[in-house]
């Protein structure tokens, strides 16, 4: 399996090339060249399996046997996925809440975030190919390293952090935007002091953190100096990792219930990276209905699904989000341009091509849309698509927007239900979603839940304040219970200045 741009589509790339580069030096995120589809026995032969298994599976799909051997690719998924690194047996376990109603937790890592499941795997690939590249060489030639920068709004930066902390030859710089974190998320960052670990707090937002990453990486000589590395989600290998888990929960509700139940998963999202795992997963033929966005104030991706335009600010400013980012109770979603919504809209791009003006070079051709697309975000802040793209959009997605009252009457709502269910900020976006929908009698709700309702403590409590019998500390695990008044380590970034950011990894990184 090769893998190329979303902006070029010439040049193409093994595997270990594409997890190491993270992203494209054109500025495009790189997809596979195909989407393979499903042996023909899937459903019987995978339907007992294991999350390791089914990732072995899955991943050995896009990833040649000439790159990884089928030996070292279940050693690095078992050394991934194993009992000392996860707290519940299944990696993503369902939860009922009703008969048709279930979450699928994605919580059960070391930092409590569904970004464990793909950044744990990240980290062990990094270091799988790292340490070959080394190996091969010859003595007193110099060692290949690698330079991880990452943006976060909270979650990425900690699971990144777990999932590298130590790794010989490897840096990381984490960029947050300071006091714009939750104060556990922060902690989980900043109390991690081993060498290769570097946290910037940027007076700024997540979004002035990301531009500033993509911007490292389009300064082609400060990348060759330091061989720059991604665990965004703009990184492929995250995107691959996360699909496994909508075939688990799809086997786990294929032996409970009855065969022709459909499938309706609802994604909170804010960067589009989960979601996206969920459309590769049903290209590649994993039975399901449309998937559901389910966005906060900041809501560029609701908007675009409604009135076809992708842009910053809302135009009839009929929503919160006009200007800027809306800080809201669900932090990991306040961010106001989808970097992964970039491969959809090669796909979207792609058919719509293919369906008006067939012929050759049709890869190309979608780049080179794409692209124009790209640079009008930039420039201008927005696009508008043709509306057979956006017809092609609503074929397998919809979307919805949540405010902060609505979060809190959910958490709420649920934890005070004949089944109660403490859940997080940002599962509560999904699971307000869900209660608006209208699906069919015979469809089984899946909502993905993100992070530990412990994480987002202000606006647990906040919510659920005179409630009786609610204690916090019922919820609270013991890892958190010391975190706030462990030893830290961060490096302040006065504003959001790319220059300030590359003094401190000239000055850190391992060379």
Request: aromatic letters at 10%.
């Amino acid at each position: 399996m090769k893998y190329f741009s979303t902006r070029g589509g010439l040049s193409e790339l093994t595997f270990e090339e594409t997890v190491l580069a993270g992203l494209a030096p054109d500025g495009g995120l790189y997809i596979p060249a195909s989407i393979p589809q499903l042996p023909s026995n899937w459903q019987d032969s995978w339907a007992n399996k294991t999350f390791p298994e089914l990732s072995i599976e899955i991943l050995s799909l896009f990833i040649s046997a000439d790159e990884i051997s089928q030996t070292d690719l279940a050693a690095l998924v078992h050394a991934t996925y194993n009992d000392s690194a996860w707290r519940h047996p299944d990696i993503t376990p369902l939860q009922p809440l009703t008969t048709n109603k279930y979450i699928l937790e994605l919580f059960h890592g070391p930092t409590y975030a569904f970004k464990d499941v793909a950044l744990q795997l990240l980290g062990n690939l990094f270091s799988y190919f790292l340490q070959r590249r080394n190996k091969a060489k010859s003595p007193g030639e110099e060692r290949d390293t690698l330079t991880v920068v990452g943006a976060t709004s909270g979650d990425t930066g900690s699971a990144a952090i777990y999932g590298l902390r130590g790794k010989p030859d490897v840096s990381i710089f984490i960029l947050h935007p300071k006091g714009r974190v939750s104060p556990v998320q922060e902690a989980q960052m900043t109390t991690v002091t081993d060498a290769n670990v570097h946290n910037l707090a940027v007076k700024g937002t997540f979004d002035d953190c990301q531009d500033i990453v993509k911007a490292l990486f389009a300064d082609a000589a400060f990348n060759a100096k330091h061989h720059l590395g991604a665990v965004n989600s703009i990184n492929w290998a995250r995107i691959l990792a996360q699909t496994v888990y909508y075939f688990l929960s799809y086997f786990a509700i294929r032996r409970t219930l009855p065969t022709d139940a459909e499938l309706q998963f609802i994604v909170p999202t804010g960067n589009f990276g989960d979601i996206l795992a969920g459309y590769y997963a049903k290209r590649m033929g994993l039975p399901m209905a449309k998937l559901v966005i389910a966005t906060n104030a900041n809501d560029i991706l609701t908007r675009f699904w409604k009135t076809g335009r992708y842009e910053k600010a809302d135009s009839d400013s009929s929503s919160p989000a006009v200007g800027g980012v809306v800080e809201t109770l669900s932090p990991a979603m306040d961010i106001l341009v989808s970097s992964n919504f970039e491969r959809l809209l090669w796909y979207l791009a792609f058919e719509n091509v293919q369906n008006t003006n067939p012929g050759g070079g049709l890869r190309e051709k979608a780049c080179q849309t794409v692209k124009g697309w790209m640079d009008d975000v930039k420039s201008i802040g927005r696009i508008v698509v043709p509306d057979s793209v956006l017809e092609l959009a609503r074929r397998d997605f919809t979307a919805e927007r949540v405010n902060d009252k609505q979060i809190r009457q959910t958490i709420r709502e649920y934890y005070t239900s004949a089944q109660s269910y403490t859940a997080d900020p940002h599962t509560a976006v999904g699971l307000h979603v869900a209660g608006v929908l209208s699906p069919p009698p015979n469809t089984i709700q899946i909502i993905l839940s993100t992070a530990h309702p412990a994480k987002f403590s202000e606006a647990v409590t906040s919510a659920l304040d005179g409630v009786p019998g609610f204690d916090f500390d019922s919820v609270l695990p013991e890892a958190f219970k010391t975190l706030l008044t462990m030893e830290r380590r961060v490096i302040e970034v006065e504003r959001p200045d790319v220059e300030l950011v590359k003094g401190v990894v000239e000055r850190f990184a391992v060379m």
